[in-house]
């Protein structure tokens, strides 16, 4: 098994310029300062000494940073073969700015885009016209040989949309998609009463929106957010639902993201992303039932404080897979089992 290149995630501040409602950051946190170019300029370069190889610049809204372009060129400079971006697209859309990312060397760009068209995409974000240019930004990526992703953020608005919004994606040749359960955290707290929505809801939305997939013949995307007892089979599509879960992220590349060596590194400090991905979360007493009892991080205590754990029924046995009878599952990515990640790390 080819061993995980150290990821870096970077992020630059918090200010932007779409006001999503189920944003999980704190509207007050946008007022503070982007890290200084100087300072970033830094950090990815202690990070690449450190052994890391993909850079991810993320925000906020990453665009926002004065300084993106000369990261990006530096980055590649100093040795990083990927260097990507996680972005509302708002500013892509102007093809010089766009042109200007590709050209120092931008590799990957994930698009937040959140259903299959202007209305329903601009209310969630409450940014009239953000559809429009968010498209023309990932096109404008796209045409230049920028890699793109899109993740589409779950909520009540667009939850009975989500097939169609997938639809809409895979139509236009957007095959990298990722659907991600929110945080009720941040804005997604204040507005909860607007946008909220329960995990089996979720689920029952995901369900049909994999039968998109099943009927292409296409891969289906990474879940993130949600644990195993909500879509049992589904654990090889679920990202950080356990601590030794990773990904082939790049399916063209085979480049490996391993937990163990992905750090995350906000403006208020640093940490990796396993201890990320098990902070604030608890397992009810009934998991002690389940198969997945030693592995499983459990869910989010925000999530619980609303919605209690009524849905967490424990899984008497390791579930069938979703995907099986599907066609052309062999080439996808997945989440690794511990003894692929046990082999992974052996490897190093
Ligand atoms: S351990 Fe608990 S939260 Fe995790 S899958 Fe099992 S029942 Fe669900």
Not at 191 to 216: I, K, N, P, Q, T
Not at 251 to 276: F, H, M, N, T, W
Request: some cysteine.
């Amino acid at each position: 098994m080819r061993r995980a290149a150290r990821v870096h995630e970077l992020f630059l501040g918090y200010a932007c310029n779409e006001r999503c409602l189920f944003c999980s950051q704190e509207f007050a946190w946008r007022r503070q300062p982007f890290t200084p170019f100087a300072e970033a300029a830094r950090r990815q370069w202690l990070a690449y000494k450190a052994g890391a190889r993909v850079l991810v610049l993320n925000g906020g809204e990453p665009t926002l940073h004065e300084g993106l372009t000369r990261l990006v060129a530096l980055a590649r400079k100093t040795g990083y073969p990927e260097v990507h971006i996680q972005t509302n697209g708002l500013r892509l859309a102007e093809p010089g700015y766009a042109g200007e990312l590709a050209a120092a060397g931008l590799t990957m760009a994930r698009f937040s885009m959140h259903g299959p068209g202007a209305e329903l995409h601009d209310a969630q974000v409450q940014v009239p016209g953000a559809f429009a240019k968010a498209w023309a930004g990932l096109e404008n990526l796209r045409a230049r040989g920028v890699a793109v992703g899109v993740n589409v953020v779950l909520n009540r608005m667009n939850a009975p949309r989500l097939r169609e919004t997938c639809a809409w994606f895979l139509d236009r040749g957007v095959t990298d998609l990722g659907l991600i359960f929110p945080l009720y955290e941040g804005d997604m707290a204040f507005y909860g009463d607007r946008v909220a929505l329960s995990m089996a809801d979720a689920a029952a939305a995901v369900r049909d929106a994999f039968e998109e997939f099943r009927a292409r013949g296409a891969e289906p995307p990474f879940l993130l957010n949600m644990p195993p007892c909500v879509l049992p089979g589904y654990e090889g599509r679920i990202l950080r639902w356990s601590g030794d879960s990773a990904a082939l992220y790049d399916g063209a590349k085979s480049l490996l993201v391993d937990p163990e060596a992905y750090r995350l590194d906000r403006p208020e400090g640093g940490k990796g992303l396993a201890e990320a991905a098990a902070e604030q979360k608890s397992k009810p007493a009934s998991c002690a039932r389940c198969v997945y009892a030693a592995r499983c991080l459990g869910v989010a205590d925000r999530y619980l404080e609303r919605f209690g754990a009524a849905e967490l029924a424990p899984l008497a046995r390791v579930p069938a897979p979703f995907s099986r009878g599907w066609k052309g599952v062999k080439g996808w990515r997945r989440v690794l089992t511990p003894r692929e990640h046990a082999a992974l790390r052996g490897s190093r």
